[in-house]
């Protein structure tokens, strides 16, 4: 048993002071040190910093480790030219993508204290590393193909990844998922039958919806930049899909629906309707001209939501407190310390419960995933703790994963 020690604890969106947490591998009893002293004599004792947090662990709902060697390959600004340079350069961002980038990526995102995260896998190429690295990772198997021809093919080269997945060591922390690439990229026979699958497992289950103002008018009008994206790659000229249709493949198993920049006030009640979360990656709309998510609208509806770095494909870093910073300002008309309350919730306890996880809140029975913010002074009015955790954090103090220190 151990027993941690700090000046504030975020339970429940609050900033708690005198209090501490006796944990094994799950928390074990939260209450006044010496209680917890009295009831665990032979504990080992750890006194965090002065003007030291103790969060839960932060979550990246989604990230995409097999991206991490782009710098300055993809092309950003706009969402369509984007996706050109991928396919223009995909091959060769693959190959210098090893496993030593993608473990260096992961410690990164250590560092920052994100303690679990959502690996979109494409191909299946980061297992390895995600076996080895000491976070949670939920492991999204990627399902891809809009050509009815091929469907298939690639349902069945889908399945042997996400049995790849639910054959890993038992040392690891991962938890096998199923990713929806997109509505425009996946044919709605091989949809239904992933999101069947899902629901059959109880597996964690995402798509990336309406990231662009391109994808809706290909899905609404079958127009737009789009058409000549598929004219020249896929030789067809209509989507295989609508919106609607899409949507409502979901309808009987939660899901997490990643960008949703472009989602009407009808589809994020529909969202909420049938028990949907939203992933916010907000440097990636940022730098793929995507527009800004409403955050406002989704909080309006009560639409729980969490923050993502998404990939290094669309991103500069997969540090959370970057990407923290990069929503204060995105969304600059809302009040700036309320915002700073919500991220932090929108990345610990709710990104949690999208992820179906048993993590990102302070409370027994919880798993023993900390990250301890050290602030640089004592905080003048303690209702600002969110806010100055924001600012002034580049990485946590220390970080634990199933009770045990890593940083
Ligand atoms: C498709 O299979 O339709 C597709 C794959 C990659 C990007 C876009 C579409
Ligand atoms: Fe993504």
């Not at 021809?149 to 399945?159: R, T, V």
């Not at 001209?289 to 500069?316: F, H, I, K, M, Q």
């Not at 027994?364 to 602030?375: E, I, M, P, Y």
């Amino acid at each position: 048993m151990k027993i941690i020690i700090a000046d504030y604890l975020y339970i429940d969106g609050n900033f708690v002071e005198n209090l501490a947490i006796a944990f094994e591998s799950r928390i074990e009893a939260v209450d006044l040190p010496e209680n917890l002293i009295a009831r665990y004599p032979e504990a080992e004792l750890i006194r965090a910093k002065p003007y030291t947090v103790i969060y839960p662990g932060f979550i990246n709902t989604h990230v995409h480790l097999e991206f991490s060697a782009n710098r300055t390959s993809l092309k950003y600004g706009d969402f369509m030219p984007w996706l050109d340079s991928v396919i223009e350069h995909r091959d060769d961002l693959l190959q210098a993508c090893d496993n030593e980038m993608m473990s260096q990526e992961c410690n990164q995102m250590l560092r920052s204290g994100i303690t679990c995260f959502g690996a979109i896998s494409s191909f299946g190429t980061e297992l390895e590393v995600c076996e080895n690295t000491p976070q949670r990772v939920v492991f999204f198997n990627e399902l891809i193909g809009s050509n009815a021809q091929y469907a298939d093919m690639l349902y069945n080269d889908f399945l042997e990844r996400v049995k790849a997945s639910q054959s890993c060591d038992n040392q690891s922390r991962i938890t096998p998922g199923i990713a929806i690439h997109s509505p425009y990229s996946v044919h709605p026979v091989i949809l239904q039958r992933a999101v069947t699958l899902a629901k059959q497992h109880a597996m964690p289950l995402t798509t990336h919806f309406l990231e662009s103002q391109a994808e809706r008018e290909w899905l609404e009008k079958g127009s737009g930049e789009f058409k000549a994206f598929f004219e020249k790659f896929f030789n067809t000229s209509t989507p295989v899909t609508n919106i609607e249709e899409f949507l409502h493949a979901f309808d009987t198993y939660p899901a997490h629906f990643v960008h949703c920049v472009q989602a009407n006030e009808a589809e994020l009640a529909h969202l909420k309707a049938k028990g949907h979360t939203v992933a916010h990656c907000p440097r990636s709309n940022r730098y793929l001209g995507c527009g800004r998510l409403a955050l406002e609208s989704l909080e309006a509806l009560e639409l729980p939501y969490t923050v993502a770095t998404d990939g290094l494909s669309s991103n500069d870093s997969l540090n959370i407190f970057d990407e923290f910073r990069a929503a204060l300002m995105l969304h600059h008309k809302a009040p700036v310390d309320l915002l700073a309350r919500k991220l932090i919730k929108a990345s610990t306890e709710d990104a949690a419960k999208a992820l179906r996880l048993n993590n990102g809140s302070l409370k027994v029975g919880k798993d023993a995933d900390f990250a301890l913010v050290t602030l640089p002074e004592l905080p003048k009015r303690p209702e600002e703790i969110a806010l100055w955790t924001l600012l002034h954090t580049k990485e946590a103090d220390a970080v634990y994963i199933e009770g045990e220190q890593y940083v």
